[in-house]
Structures are given as structure tokens and as C-alpha cells.
């Protein structure tokens, strides 16, 4: 186990700091996110010529050096080198949170495993904020991200997708979202209700609410711009697929389909611990109540 103290100090060593950044309005940076910026010694970014335009807008002169995902098993012992040694160290992506479809993961298990001090500012993030406009239950959610681009992998993850509960959340290129959205009618079903979200924080940003078959219309119709989110309702009446794994349902609605189908509730119980590889014990625990 172990226990981080953000900002207790820390003697030598520098502290990573995850700096979300804007995802179209510059307006949307924080004055903690400015700040942190022009006080670090070093800005980690994913692509240094975009993030220079944000540094040249709010006058910030800290020295960038890139990291992104072709150069991470070079620049992470680097980075934890320089933290070790009291250098510290702002990460950034193009847009939105590190870690989150960006670079930064990485850098960030590197640290904790050194006992490096990582600090998260909180910021704007697509998915999110797509999510509370979507006019679809906000929560619980899952966040996917953005799917597999082979057409076959895609409708392998979206067949066993279509059967979560709970609001999903989707990023996608603009020039793939019409054969995704194709495969969302054929794998969730045309009468889904779902919200696209694009252009997010910008002068012509946009919401299109409807059913997966409407919005697949739409698409169609349309000349394609801007980077999409993807929100999709949950799935009233999921079903258990023989051939299919189930853990992206919560540990209590795979036990209760389980026992819907026939089973017992102790032999569910052993079921879903052994798929999932839990403790039988665990597993009753959670599906009894028992703290």
C-alpha cells in the first residue's frame, strides 16, 4: 500500500503534475492550470507545435519536450530521472485530460511505483461534458473511448458492448463516424436512444439527439466536421450470450441473470467468482450486502 500526501513537502524530489488543457475554447483553462504552466520546470507535451500556441496565448515561457506514445520507454526513466533530482514536471495532451485517449498513463504508474509525487488539476474533459448535455442519464456511466478500427474487432466489442446497463461514452474521428454509427444500428439496435456531441466548446459546436437509426441519418446526410463524442443509452433488457463474456456487467446484474435463467443463487455466485476470477467469498459478500 501506499500513501501520496500532495502537497506535503516532499525534500529533493519534483512532483508530476497532470494539467488538463482546453478542447476548443482557450477560455476554458484554468487559472491554477496558467499557473501551474509558467511555475514548473518543464512542460511534457504530447505535440510541443500545438502546445506552444496555447503557451504564446497565456504568455507562458516555460521549456517543452515532447512525450507522446512513440517515444514513452525513452522518456519516462528520463522524466523519472529529472523528478527524482527535484525537476518538476507538467504533463499535457493536445486537448483535455492526460491518460484519458491521450499519453500518460505510463508516466504516471512510472511515478507512483518511485514514490514520485503526481498531482491532477481538474479540467476539461470531452466525455464529460458531452455526457451532461446529452439529455440521457448521466449516471452511472462507463467510458469506452474510442473503439477499434478494424470493422470486424469493432463489431465484436459492440456486440458484447450492447449489453451494459448504464450510459456508455464513445469518441470517434469524423472520418469513421458514419461506419461506426452503422455498426452501433446493427449491434445495439436501431431504436437505442443516443446523442452525438461535436465541435465541443467551439464557435459551431452542436448536439444531435435521437435514435442510433436517426443519428446514422443524419450522417449520412451530412458533410462530416470535428471530433465526436458518442453517448448511448443503456441497455433496459440486456441479455446473457452463451459465447460471450460478461464482465462489463456490474458483479450483482450478472449473478441476478444468472439466477433468471435457472441457476442457483450459490452455484451464480460460484460462477460469476470463478469468470471473473474474484474470492467466492467477495463475490457473496457483494451480492448479499455484507460490508
Known sequence: METQQSFDNHGQLGTLYLVPTPIGNLGD????????????????????????KLLNHFQIETHQISFHEHNTAERIPEFVAKLKAGISIAQVSDAGMPSISDPGKELVKA????????????????????????????????FYGFLP???????????????????????????????????????????RQAALGRELT?????????????????????????????IVAGNDH????????????????????????????NAAIKTVAKERNLKRQSVYNQFHNID
Open 29 to 52: 483553462m484554468t487559472f491554477r492550470a496558467v499557473e501551474t504552466l509558467q511555475t514548473v520546470d518543464l512542460i511534457a507535451a504530447e505535440d510541443t507545435r500545438n502546445t506552444q
Open 111 to 142: 511515478c507512483v511505483s518511485e514514490n514520485i509525487p503526481v498531482v491532477p488539476l481538474p479540467g476539461a474533459n470531452a466525455g464529460l461534458t458531452a455526457l451532461i448535455a446529452s439529455g440521457i442519464e448521466p449516471q452511472p456511466f462507463y
Open 238 to 265: 440486456p441479455e446473457v450470450l452463451a459465447d460471450e463474456p460478461t464482465s462489463l456487467l456490474p458483479v450483482t446484474e450478472q449473478i441476478q441473470q444468472y439466477i433468471e435463467q435457472g441457476m442457483a443463487v
Open 202 to 230: 467551439k464557435k459551431h459546436e452542436e448536439f444531435i439527439r435521437g435514435t442510433l437509426a436517426e443519428l446514422l441519418q443524419w450522417a449520412n446526410e451530412e458533410q462530416i466536421r470535428g471530433e465526436f463524442v458518442i
Open 149 to 191: 478500427r478494424k470493422d470486424k474487432e469493432q463489431r465484436a466489442e459492440l456486440k458484447q458492448l450492447a449489453q451494459v446497463r448504464v450510459t456508455s461514452i464513445y469518441y470517434e474521428a469524423p472520418h469513421r463516424i458514419k461506419k461506426t454509427l452503422k455498426n452501433f444500428v446493427s449491434e445495439f439496435g436501431p431504436n
